[in-house]
């Protein structure tokens, strides 16, 4: 039995939002019920709301100055004591690697819009031009390497910088992929769809390649082509797809990560079903929150249980009148195949 | 005082004969209480499977009688279960609490159903939990009554205090013994809503739906619609009676009245014509038709529409749903504030637009205006000139015979010219993606094709095709890589913006579409 | 380095490059610097623990692991130096009388205004004050740094039932010393799940 401590306990949670939806529920309906801790309530949000008047304090420059003066002797000899190299976005290290890409996967089928043939870089005129970019030189296969990627460990330790990552079709001898990136050297790594290291490798690149850049939407469509014909897809794929979703700034790669979810229900986990949740729920794109409400239609309707979470912000959108109305229909339509257990 | 306390068990294990295959064991237990509660006291009843019904009447005694049935395939599971699940009695003469427990992370093997029958004085407070009941029944009261529930049918029967219902799937019944006094707040997602009221009774109606209809057989007075909420007076107007359901319908009879004869207050008559402004009033509509001979038109708030081939113009408007035409002989007109859109050969010009979703178009012979706030955009063919918008979403046309403007907030775009034509004008712009022009060797134009970056090591310009300068420039802290210059002695403008992407002008050997020609 | 995230500037730190060290310093000194000031309500000691905590950062980067979010080693770095100072200065004096003495004058606020708002503070500065080492720790994560109450237990080594209970016994004492209220304590029923 709940009694009025243990509600109380709970208000502070309540101000920063961060109950779970049944005890969220349960004090809230406690607190309008209860006219002692309805006046506790109004108490505690006063309360808060006094805490706020104590304001940010800017740091003062000078600690900053006393920290760098500190740290630079110790800086000297750090980097003193270390052989390691730490990995570095190098410009002329790119090129040769991208190079080296051209000429090592040259008889791979790359995906879309990837040519194999050698094309013109553009020269800039030297009268114009601030940064000169160099143009693309030929460099020996020798600086690029090819893995199996059962030799490779499925852990990615260090958090290697990636780059210029691009993919190789399934070949139809032995439905070999290849997946081939820069890191201090060109790497191509190949091997079956299902094995443990191509796996984490695939992760590793949805999850940390170029932030900065849209690229991740090429190889979110080639996760999804490669994956179509693949039975049971591993579930680390679905979940990196997820991270995808969660944090990817470019809307047009979202929408494509919920949309790629959506052919892999086997595969959801938890946490790739609360990201669908989450996108449903925030947002701000109606296309990702549309894939998304579509996604979890499918789920409702395979007869997965849906947590009371997804039930929730199901109901939430359907009544929610600002809502696209398309959106509202499929949540709707979920939960009308949603059997309570 | 203290309660009174009757309990009589009868547990049965029962093997069922007719199940051979998936024998199982039921069991039923039957507790009965009583309580003392106050005039003005509430009873709270959570129950998340199985029955309640609540029933008013004299006294000043809560009286319960509980069943509880559980089903298991085996001895184990059945004692697991029988362990596991409790009944809960708390409170005070204020406030009387009873709960069904059930263990968390429930084992499949076994089922349950509780069924409550509470008996209380009509002047008590109720509030009911449920999640999957057959039925959940409150009769004869007249305090407050909440119920919040997923699925099952609902029956406020001679309710006269404020209620407050909130159901997912089912049906909800409210039927007024006299006419209504208190408000009643009823909201829904699927379930269907029936009012029965006296014919006298004096209400102020509201009701709403995405996809049902709204039906009363009383003569409502000023009836008006505000977006999809309608509001209306029965009688004099009194307390309002909020009726809300998502997909399910609404209905408000007078009792005695024919419910065949309930007119619509969405614009459902024969002779109405619709118009554009007023999607979200009309009914939902499906239509599945092969052919359809002249100019077809569909206005309705939700539409699943297919139609295999329209001898004529076609203009469909819906607030959702999924449209797919497969070919139309004249002008097409489809307009959808959400839902995906697959169009087959469109022969007249096209205009296009959906709040949300992927527009898949086979076929724009003369070309056209297609827009989605938010998806994919896929045209295999443009005959004629296009502006093609997305608010998020990939753009892509496989083979475009006249001028091609095109451009997404966030996504990649992917256009290939005709081989035919010696040259096309073209615009493209994606504020978050790549752009890739492939066009054939012999292509002129005269190429404008700015890339803006924060990272110029990653995102390039490339093509196949000499003649281009290329100046690169820092703007705050992006870099502007501009490409100008014209190609095979130029031709019309073509005119690329890529932002954190990369631009690829190439030169390739394109096979052409041909498009059979239609029959008529 | 503005473009890479917290894990990969760490990753430079850990092969022996300081050279993240500003902007690290940059993205979390604001965040430490408060919950110090905050913690200890001393100006001075917040500077000495924020320049010490970066430090620490530098030196102790190989105890960083990838899984953990960079914000809550830092804070957990800056708990245990607060709770050592606090320990070591109450053998001393009494903790933070001249909070205030060292808070800028905001260009905005008229004189009344700016007074107004030094009252606010100092009441609850001093409210603050009343708060067990433990409480005033949980609240200042909870209300001032948005932290779970997850990460609070592992910033300050207890389980996320203490920090509830933490936060909790911490309002109670803020509530009746800011509004004046003390009411509390009766017990009711439950409601509804």
């Given at each position: 039995m709940f009694d009025c401590d243990a509600m109380r306990e709970n208000m502070p949670l309540l101000l920063t939002e961060s109950l779970d939806p049944v005890q969220r529920e349960q004090t809230h309906q406690h607190i309008e019920t209860c006219p002692i801790c309805v006046a506790e309530w109004s108490a505690y949000k006063e309360t808060w709301l006094i805490l706020d008047k104590l304001p940010e304090v800017a740091v003062p420059p000078r600690v900053k100055q006393r920290f760098l003066a500190e740290i630079s002797p110790a800086m000297a000899q750090a980097m003193a004591q270390t052989n390691v190299v730490p990995f570095r976005r190098g410009r002329t290290m790119r090129w040769l690697a991208q190079a080296a890409a051209v000429v090592i996967v040259g008889s791979s089928a790359f995906y879309a819009?990837?040519?194999?043939a050698p094309r013109t870089q553009l020269i800039p005129t030297q009268a114009q031009v601030t940064a000169i970019q160099p143009a693309t030189p030929y460099y020996s296969i020798a600086e690029s390497r090819v893995l199996p990627?059962?030799?490779?460990?499925p852990q990615i330790e260090g958090r290697p910088d990636i780059q210029n990552v691009q993919f190789s079709d399934?070949?139809?001898?032995?439905q070999q992929i290849g997946v081939s990136f820069d890191i201090t050297s060109h790497v191509t790594v190949t091997g079956r769809p299902t094995d443990k290291s191509m796996v984490r490798l695939l992760r590793y690149v949805l999850e940390?390649?170029?932030?900065?850049?849209?690229s991740r939407s090429r190889a979110i469509d080639w996760v999804r082509a490669t994956y179509a014909n693949v039975g049971n897809p591993d579930p680390e794929i679905t979940e990196a797809l997820a991270n995808v979703l969660r944090n990817d700034q470019h809307q047009g790669v979202r929408i494509k990560a919920a949309d790629t979810l959506q052919s892999m229900q086997s595969a959801m986990t938890d946490g790739t079903r609360d990201a669908l949740v989450e996108a449903l729920k925030n947002d701000p794109n109606p296309a990702v929150r549309l894939k998304a409400v579509e996604a979890l239609a499918k789920l409702a309707r395979s007869g997965v249980a849906l947590d009371p979470d997804m039930v929730d912000t199901l109901r939430r959108k359907a009544s929610?009148?600002?809502?696209?109305v398309y959106v509202r229909v499929k949540a709707a339509e979920a939960l009308s195949s949603i059997q309570p257990r | 005082m203290r309660p009174i306390l009757r309990i009589s068990l009868a547990a049965v294990a029962l093997l069922?004969?007719?199940?051979?295959?998936g024998a199982s064991f039921a069991t039923s237990t039957r507790v009965v209480r009583e309580f003392p509660i106050d005039p003005a006291g509430s009873v709270w009843i959570d129950n998340p499977f199985g029955s309640v019904d609540v029933i008013g009447g004299e006294g000043h005694m809560v009286s319960v009688t509980v069943d509880r049935v559980i089903t298991a395939p085996d001895a184990t599971s059945m004692k697991a279960a029988s362990d596991n699940i409790g009944l809960s009695f708390e409170g005070d003469t204020k406030v009387r609490l009873m709960r069904t427990l059930l263990p968390p992370?429930?084992?499949?093997r076994w089922t349950v159903a509780v069924n409550y029958v509470v008996r209380i004085p009509r002047s008590v407070n109720v509030k009911i939990g449920s999640k999957l009941a057959e039925h959940i029944r409150v009769a004869h009261v007249n305090g407050s009554v909440t119920v919040n529930g997923f699925s099952g049918t609902l029956i406020m029967e001679g309710v006269n205090g404020a209620s407050a219902v909130n159901m997912v799937n089912g049906r909800i019944i409210y039927d007024y013994a006299?006419?209504?006094?208190s408000k009643a707040q009823v909201q829904a997602v699927n379930a269907d809503i029936d009012i029965y009221l006296p014919p006298a009774s004096n209400v102020s109606w509201v009701a709403n739906t995405l996809n049902g209809d709204i039906l009363t057989t009383f003569n409502v007075r000023l009836p008006r619609f505000s977006g999809t909420i309608f509001h209306g007076l029965i009688g004099k107007g009194g307390p309002t009676i909020n009726t809300e359901t998502m997909m399910g319908r609404v209905l408000v009879l007078a009792k005695g009245?024919?419910?065949?004869q309930a007119q619509s207050?969405?614009?459902?008559?024969?002779?109405h014509q619709p118009v554009p402004s007023d999607v979200m009033l009309q009914p939902k509509q499906i239509i599945q038709l092969p052919y359809f001979i002249g100019d077809f038109t569909s206005v309705a708030s939700i539409a699943d529409v297919t139609v295999g081939e329209v001898r004529g113009n076609a203009r469909i408007e819906t607030g959702a749903g999924e449209v797919e035409l497969g070919a139309v002989f004249g002008q097409c007109n489809v307009t959808s504030l959400g839902g995906p859109l697959n169009l087959g050969d469109i022969m007249g010009a096209l205009f296009a637009h959906t709040g949300a979703g992927d527009i898949i178009v086979?076929?724009?012979?003369?070309g056209g205006q297609v827009t989605t706030d938010g998806g994919l955009i896929r045209v295999i063919v443009a005959g004629g000139p296009m502006t093609l918008r997305s608010g998020g979403g990939d753009i892509i046309v496989r083979q475009f015979s006249a001028a091609m403007d095109a451009e997404t907030t966030s996504g990649d775009i992917t256009l290939t010219g005709?081989?035919?034509?010696?040259t096309l004008k073209v615009t493209a712009r994606t504020l978050q993606g790549n752009i890739i022009l492939n066009v054939s060797p012999r292509f002129g134009a005269d190429i404008d094709a700015t890339i803006l970056t924060t990272d110029p090591e990653v995102n390039e310009l490339t093509t196949d095709f000499k003649g281009l300068t290329v100046r690169r420039e820092q703007v705050g802290n992006k870099t502007r890589i501009h490409a100008t210059g014209k190609i095979n002695g130029g031709g019309e403008r073509v005119e690329l913006y890529a932002e954190e992407g990369d631009i690829q002008i190439s030169s390739q050997n394109i096979t052409p579409i041909k498009l059979a020609t239609p029959k008529r | 380095m503005k473009h890479l995230n917290d894990q990969e500037l760490m990753s430079i730190v850990q092969a022996g490059?300081?050279?993240?060290a500003s902007e690290l310093y940059d993205r979390y000194s604001s965040r430490i610097y408060n919950f110090a000031y905050r913690f200890l309500r001393n100006s001075e000691a917040a500077e000495d623990a924020t320049q010490e905590v970066f430090v620490k950062m530098l030196k102790h980067a190989?105890?960083?692991?990838?899984?953990?979010?960079l914000s809550t080693w830092l804070f957990s770095i800056t708990a245990n130096h607060c709770r050592d100072y606090l320990r070591k200065s109450e053998n001393k004096s009494k903790e933070?009388?001249?909070?205030?003495?060292t808070l800028p004058a905001s260009a905005e606020l008229s004189p009344e205004r700016h007074m107004e708002r030094r009252e606010d503070e100092k009441l609850i500065q001093k409210a603050l004050g009343l708060l067990s080492h433990d409480q005033r720790e949980a609240i200042v994560l909870s209300?001032?740094?948005?932290?779970?109450y997850a990460e609070i237990a592992q910033i300050a080594g207890c389980s996320e039932g203490a920090v509830k209970t933490r936060v909790f016994r911490a309002m109670e004492v803020l509530r009746k010393a800011l509004t004046g209220d003390s009411r509390g304590g009766d017990r009711c029923l439950t409601a509804m799940p």
């Amino acid at each position: 039995m709940f009694d009025c401590d243990a509600m109380r306990e709970n208000m502070p949670l309540l101000l920063t939002e961060s109950l779970d939806p049944v005890q969220r529920e349960q004090t809230h309906q406690h607190i309008e019920t209860c006219p002692i801790c309805v006046a506790e309530w109004s108490a505690y949000k006063e309360t808060w709301l006094i805490l706020d008047k104590l304001p940010e304090v800017a740091v003062p420059p000078r600690v900053k100055q006393r920290f760098l003066a500190e740290i630079s002797p110790a800086m000297a000899q750090a980097m003193a004591q270390t052989n390691v190299v730490p990995f570095r976005r190098g410009r002329t290290m790119r090129w040769l690697a991208q190079a080296a890409a051209v000429v090592i996967v040259g008889s791979s089928a790359f995906y879309a819009g990837h040519r194999i043939a050698p094309r013109t870089q553009l020269i800039p005129t030297q009268a114009q031009v601030t940064a000169i970019q160099p143009a693309t030189p030929y460099y020996s296969i020798a600086e690029s390497r090819v893995l199996p990627a059962a030799s490779i460990s499925p852990q990615i330790e260090g958090r290697p910088d990636i780059q210029n990552v691009q993919f190789s079709d399934a070949s139809p001898l032995n439905q070999q992929i290849g997946v081939s990136f820069d890191i201090t050297s060109h790497v191509t790594v190949t091997g079956r769809p299902t094995d443990k290291s191509m796996v984490r490798l695939l992760r590793y690149v949805l999850e940390n390649e170029d932030r900065e850049s849209p690229s991740r939407s090429r190889a979110i469509d080639w996760v999804r082509a490669t994956y179509a014909n693949v039975g049971n897809p591993d579930p680390e794929i679905t979940e990196a797809l997820a991270n995808v979703l969660r944090n990817d700034q470019h809307q047009g790669v979202r929408i494509k990560a919920a949309d790629t979810l959506q052919s892999m229900q086997s595969a959801m986990t938890d946490g790739t079903r609360d990201a669908l949740v989450e996108a449903l729920k925030n947002d701000p794109n109606p296309a990702v929150r549309l894939k998304a409400v579509e996604a979890l239609a499918k789920l409702a309707r395979s007869g997965v249980a849906l947590d009371p979470d997804m039930v929730d912000t199901l109901r939430r959108k359907a009544s929610q009148n600002d809502e696209n109305v398309y959106v509202r229909v499929k949540a709707a339509e979920a939960l009308s195949s949603i059997q309570p257990r | 005082m203290r309660p009174i306390l009757r309990i009589s068990l009868a547990a049965v294990a029962l093997l069922s004969a007719t199940q051979l295959l998936g024998a199982s064991f039921a069991t039923s237990t039957r507790v009965v209480r009583e309580f003392p509660i106050d005039p003005a006291g509430s009873v709270w009843i959570d129950n998340p499977f199985g029955s309640v019904d609540v029933i008013g009447g004299e006294g000043h005694m809560v009286s319960v009688t509980v069943d509880r049935v559980i089903t298991a395939p085996d001895a184990t599971s059945m004692k697991a279960a029988s362990d596991n699940i409790g009944l809960s009695f708390e409170g005070d003469t204020k406030v009387r609490l009873m709960r069904t427990l059930l263990p968390p992370g429930r084992n499949a093997r076994w089922t349950v159903a509780v069924n409550y029958v509470v008996r209380i004085p009509r002047s008590v407070n109720v509030k009911i939990g449920s999640k999957l009941a057959e039925h959940i029944r409150v009769a004869h009261v007249n305090g407050s009554v909440t119920v919040n529930g997923f699925s099952g049918t609902l029956i406020m029967e001679g309710v006269n205090g404020a209620s407050a219902v909130n159901m997912v799937n089912g049906r909800i019944i409210y039927d007024y013994a006299q006419q209504p006094v208190s408000k009643a707040q009823v909201q829904a997602v699927n379930a269907d809503i029936d009012i029965y009221l006296p014919p006298a009774s004096n209400v102020s109606w509201v009701a709403n739906t995405l996809n049902g209809d709204i039906l009363t057989t009383f003569n409502v007075r000023l009836p008006r619609f505000s977006g999809t909420i309608f509001h209306g007076l029965i009688g004099k107007g009194g307390p309002t009676i909020n009726t809300e359901t998502m997909m399910g319908r609404v209905l408000v009879l007078a009792k005695g009245s024919n419910p065949n004869q309930a007119q619509s207050m969405r614009q459902n008559s024969a002779n109405h014509q619709p118009v554009p402004s007023d999607v979200m009033l009309q009914p939902k509509q499906i239509i599945q038709l092969p052919y359809f001979i002249g100019d077809f038109t569909s206005v309705a708030s939700i539409a699943d529409v297919t139609v295999g081939e329209v001898r004529g113009n076609a203009r469909i408007e819906t607030g959702a749903g999924e449209v797919e035409l497969g070919a139309v002989f004249g002008q097409c007109n489809v307009t959808s504030l959400g839902g995906p859109l697959n169009l087959g050969d469109i022969m007249g010009a096209l205009f296009a637009h959906t709040g949300a979703g992927d527009i898949i178009v086979r076929a724009a012979r003369m070309g056209g205006q297609v827009t989605t706030d938010g998806g994919l955009i896929r045209v295999i063919v443009a005959g004629g000139p296009m502006t093609l918008r997305s608010g998020g979403g990939d753009i892509i046309v496989r083979q475009f015979s006249a001028a091609m403007d095109a451009e997404t907030t966030s996504g990649d775009i992917t256009l290939t010219g005709d081989p035919h034509q010696r040259t096309l004008k073209v615009t493209a712009r994606t504020l978050q993606g790549n752009i890739i022009l492939n066009v054939s060797p012999r292509f002129g134009a005269d190429i404008d094709a700015t890339i803006l970056t924060t990272d110029p090591e990653v995102n390039e310009l490339t093509t196949d095709f000499k003649g281009l300068t290329v100046r690169r420039e820092q703007v705050g802290n992006k870099t502007r890589i501009h490409a100008t210059g014209k190609i095979n002695g130029g031709g019309e403008r073509v005119e690329l913006y890529a932002e954190e992407g990369d631009i690829q002008i190439s030169s390739q050997n394109i096979t052409p579409i041909k498009l059979a020609t239609p029959k008529r | 380095m503005k473009h890479l995230n917290d894990q990969e500037l760490m990753s430079i730190v850990q092969a022996g490059d300081f050279a993240p060290a500003s902007e690290l310093y940059d993205r979390y000194s604001s965040r430490i610097y408060n919950f110090a000031y905050r913690f200890l309500r001393n100006s001075e000691a917040a500077e000495d623990a924020t320049q010490e905590v970066f430090v620490k950062m530098l030196k102790h980067a190989n105890q960083f692991h990838g899984g953990a979010k960079l914000s809550t080693w830092l804070f957990s770095i800056t708990a245990n130096h607060c709770r050592d100072y606090l320990r070591k200065s109450e053998n001393k004096s009494k903790e933070g009388e001249d909070v205030l003495a060292t808070l800028p004058a905001s260009a905005e606020l008229s004189p009344e205004r700016h007074m107004e708002r030094r009252e606010d503070e100092k009441l609850i500065q001093k409210a603050l004050g009343l708060l067990s080492h433990d409480q005033r720790e949980a609240i200042v994560l909870s209300r001032y740094q948005g932290l779970s109450y997850a990460e609070i237990a592992q910033i300050a080594g207890c389980s996320e039932g203490a920090v509830k209970t933490r936060v909790f016994r911490a309002m109670e004492v803020l509530r009746k010393a800011l509004t004046g209220d003390s009411r509390g304590g009766d017990r009711c029923l439950t409601a509804m799940p």
